[in-house]
């Protein structure tokens, strides 16, 4: 069954503490994997797009990178304003167009 | 606004009432979206349209549940019988026709609360 587990579930940072946040995946067959950030009582927010291992995108003071196994989401340097909930999803192969997330990690940056 | 446009935002309903939700989708945008969001978890994929034709539904939507997307434009999600295990964020999420869930565009949801 196709499976997508974020670690850790919460995560509380001091402002200009760098950190990372991962995604672990076990699917059938990767299409694409998303990262997205969602504010208290909004939708998701779409930050990235990764379609192969070694692929690597960058936004300000984030920077998502993937492989074979797993995505990784890191925080340079944060401020209060990057407090969100981070949600990793993941497309796979075949004959379907739905997203499979993870449960998130809920990220607090203290100033 | 060029954004994902859900109605109503918040709807309290008894048990056992029909509910009725709105998305209007980017207009550019094809393909259209139906997730259900509890309290600590992700979104969980409801179904889709591509235009006005349904594609794929999910195990999720039960019988209770009805979507339409008359002429490929606004869809309603129907909810009849509610119950309380419906209490959710219905997220509605539209994209242009390029594959690959390519820029998935959220709205705000609405949360439906079952009393």
């Given at each position: 069954?196709?499976?997508v587990t974020q670690s850790p579930e919460a995560l509380r940072l001091q402002e200009g503490e760098s950190s990372s946040l991962n995604c672990s995946y076990t699917v059938s067959g990767l299409r694409g994997l998303f990262w997205y950030r969602q504010d208290p009582g909004k939708g998701p927010e779409f930050l990235f797009t990764l379609y192969s291992a070694g692929e690597e995108k960058e936004k300000e003071r984030l920077k998502a990178t993937l492989t074979k196994k797993?995505?990784?989401l890191h925080i340079t340097a944060p401020k209060p304003e990057d407090s969100a909930t981070y949600l990793c999803a993941v497309q796979t192969r075949g004959a379907t167009n739905k997203l499979i997330f993870g449960t998130g990690t809920l990220l607090a940056v203290q100033p | 606004d060029t954004g994902?446009?859900?109605n109503p935002r918040h709807k309290i309903t008894k048990r056992g009432q029909n509910v009725t939700f709105r998305c209007d989708p980017i207009s550019e945008h094809n393909r259209l979206y139906w997730y259900r969001q509890t309290l600590g978890q992700g979104p969980e994929f409801l179904t889709y349209?591509?235009?006005e034709a349904q594609l794929e539904k999910s195990r999720l939507l039960s019988d209770r549940f009805s979507a339409e997307r008359p002429k490929g434009s606004f869809s309603t999600l129907e909810i009849q019988r509610?119950?309380?295990g419906d209490s959710a964020m219905y997220l509605c999420a539209s994209s242009p026709d390029r594959g690959d869930g390519f820029g998935y565009t959220?709205?705000?949801g609405t949360r439906l609360t079952v009393v």
């Open positions: 069954e196709d499976q797993e995505s990784f | 994902v446009s859900q349209f591509q235009n509610t119950e309380q959220f709205g705000s």
